[in-house]
């Protein structure tokens, strides 16, 4: 695989990041709102724009809304499709 078709990874920060910072949430809000396991390191990546596989992308999603009183969804949150 050369450079031209390899997958970009770093996409830049998403709209969740923003949207934690309006609601007052840091990523121990949604670690500890997640209704199964994830990490800081998961919230982290997902703010600063790595692309997450969908179901990494799904927990943060859940554990967003859950912590937010929200019900959106991937596609309000990140700006890319896994």
Do not use: H, W
Request: glycine share 6%; aromatic share 4%; net charge positive.
């Amino acid at each position: 695989m050369n450079d031209t078709d390899a997958i970009e990874r770093n996409l830049g920060p998403q709209p969740i990041a923003a949207k934690m910072a309006e609601a007052g949430l840091k990523a121990a809000n949604l670690v500890a709102a997640a209704p199964g396991c994830i990490t800081f390191k998961m919230v982290t990546r997902a703010c600063k724009g790595r692309r997450l596989t969908r179901n990494t992308q799904q927990k943060v999603v859940t554990a967003y809304n859950r912590a937010a009183g929200a019900s959106l969804s991937a596609a309000d949150l990140f700006t890319y499709e896994a």
